[in-house]
């Protein structure tokens, strides 16, 4: 009995030496294994000269760097919906590329062919030219354009001395203006307007700004320089707005 149980315990025991050695020995080995798959590797990324010139030369000829069928390198394509919005290239190819449409721009030359010619003149915005005409007029006109003065329907003259705007009516003494053609005048030269009637002469400057707590009242409801009408009545000035009247004294609404 003893010597059986000593034959199943030497039998274990070799055994267990058997998986050990062979644990051991497959350990050793799987170093080994792997160094020909690295040289593997190793001599398939290897290219031939021949190849690597061809390479070179290919990207040359397309040096946008994107194969001549449109996709990515290695088969893969442009998504459908081609490059995100603001980044890449643009769909269609803005160089002109192979069976790409042009943009139609070209470095260096114009978008158009013509451009608009402007007035050809060198008045400032919102300013007129200081010519006028010899024959009379019921709307004061001066570089062929009207501005807001008139005698009372009365026909008159106009003529410009120097920064001196004058204006002669042989039949009405009763001048009207509005504020809007004094700045108008003021800004293209003319310092004063000089008004000759058949009984009365007055001269007016064009820099006058109306002033006075009435004058801001009629601002605060929207009135603008062109709905304040200067009129020349006897020896003083009126101002009207909306149907109501003011006199000017210097420069203020009373």
């Known amino acids: 009995m003893k010597t059986h149980s000593r034959k199943i315990a030497a039998i274990l025991l070799i055994l267990c030496l058997t998986c050990l050695m062979w644990a051991c020995t ?7 294994a792997e160094a020909p798959a690295a040289e593997t590797a190793d001599a398939g990324n290897a290219q031939p000269e021949g190849t690597a010139e061809e390479g070179q030369e290919g990207a040359q000829e397309n040096p946008e760097g ?10 893969g394509s442009f998504p459908s919906g081609g490059f995100p919005s603001g980044g890449g290239r643009p769909s ?19 978008l158009i062919s013509s451009h608009a010619s402007g007035s050809k003149t060198a008045v400032r ?7 006028a005409g010899e024959e009379s007029m ?11 003065v008139s005698c009372s329907g009365y026909a008159f003259t ?20 509005t504020m809007n053609a004094l700045k108008t005048l003021n800004i ?25 707590s009435l004058y801001g009242k009629e601002r605060a409801q929207g009135f603008v320089s062109a709905d304040f009408q200067l009129l020349r009545q006897g020896n003083e000035w009126m101002v009207r707005v909306d149907g109501r009247e003011y006199r000017l004294a210097g420069s203020e609404l009373c």
């Open 26 to 32: 497959a350990s050793a080995e799987e170093p080994a």
């Open 66 to 75: 994107t194969p001549e069928g449109g996709g990515f390198p290695g088969g």
């Open 92 to 110: 269609g190819g803005s160089r002109g590329g192979r069976g790409g449409g042009s943009s139609g721009i070209t470095p260096g030359k114009a």
């Open 125 to 131: 915005y919102g300013t007129v030219a200081l010519t």
């Open 138 to 148: 019921q709307t004061l006109t001066l570089g062929g354009e009207e501005l807001a």
């Open 158 to 177: 106009a003529a410009v001395e120097e920064d001196v705007l004058v204006l002669r009516s042989e039949e009405g003494n009763a001048w009207t203006l």
């Open 188 to 212: 293209s030269g003319i310092r004063q307007l000089r008004l000759i009637g058949p009984d009365v002469e007055t001269v007016l400057d064009t820099s006058l700004e109306l002033t006075g």
